[in-house]
C-alpha cells in the first residue's frame, strides 16, 4: 500500500476487535498480540496516539519478548531460511529499498553480514527498509556489529518502531 491510509481515525476506533486484531495484526511483523494490545487502548484521539499505543506495548516487553519480536523478522534479501514466504509488508518494503534490485556481489555481502550479525546477537538485524537502500542497509549493518548486545536489542526494536509507524501510515489517514 502506498502511504495516505484507507481509514479515518474514527473509523479504526469503530471497528469490532476482531476487525482490528486482523488489520492491525502484522503493524509489528507476525505480532498479532500488539495489535490485540492496543486494541484495549481505544479510543485513539489522533493517529500519533495509535502509533503510540503500538509503542507502548513493545516498550512494555521484557528482553526475551523484545528478543521475539526481532526473531519474527525476516533476515533481508532472504526469502526467508525456513520456507516461510515473507510477508507482503516486508516484500514491499525490501523492494522499495532496491532489495530485489541488488547486484550478486551486493546479495552476497548481505547475507554474508546478517549471518556475522546473527552469530554475534543470536536475533536478526531490522532496519526500516523503506527509509534506507542497499548501500546505507549496509554501511549500518557493518556499524551496529560494533555495538553491544544491549545496544542493538534496544536499536533493533526503535527500527520495528519506525517499520510500525509507516505499515500504520499506509492503514490510517493522517489526522486532519
Excluded at 514466504?85 to 525490501?94: D, G
Amino acid at each position: 500500500m502506498v502511504g495516505g491510509g484507507v481509514l479515518s481515525i474514527r473509523e479504526v476506533n469503530a471497528l469490532e476487535i476482531e476487525q482490528f486484531e486482523w488489520l492491525f495484526g502484522n503493524i509489528i511483523e507476525h505480532c498479532p498480540e500488539a495489535a490485540r494490545a492496543a486494541a484495549l487502548q481505544r479510543p485513539f484521539r489522533r493517529v500519533v496516539d495509535l502509533k503510540s499505543a503500538f509503542c507502548h506495548f513493545l516498550d512494555g516487553l521484557d528482553t526475551h519478548g523484545k528478543e521475539s519480536v526481532l526473531f519474527n523478522h525476516p533476515d533481508l534479501a532472504s526469502k526467508h531460511s525456513d520456507g516461510k514466504k515473507l510477508t507482503q509488508e516486508s516484500e514491499t518494503e525490501q523492494n522499495t529499498a532496491g532489495i530485489d534490485a541488488m547486484t550478486r556481489e551486493e546479495r552476497l555481502t548481505l547475507n554474508n553480514l546478517n549471518q556475522m550479525y546473527k552469530d554475534t546477537f543470536s536475533f536478526p538485524f531490522v532496519i526500516c527498509a523503506r527509509e534506507n537502500r542497499v548501500q546505507t542497509i549496509l554501511t549500518a549493518i557493518e556499524e551496529r556489529l560494533k555495538n553491544s548486545r544491549e545496544v542493538e536489542l534496544k536499536t533493533g526494536i526503535d527500527e520495528v518502531k519506525k517499520i510500525s509507524s509507516l505499515r500504520i501510515n499506509d492503514l490510517v489517514w493522517p489526522d486532519a
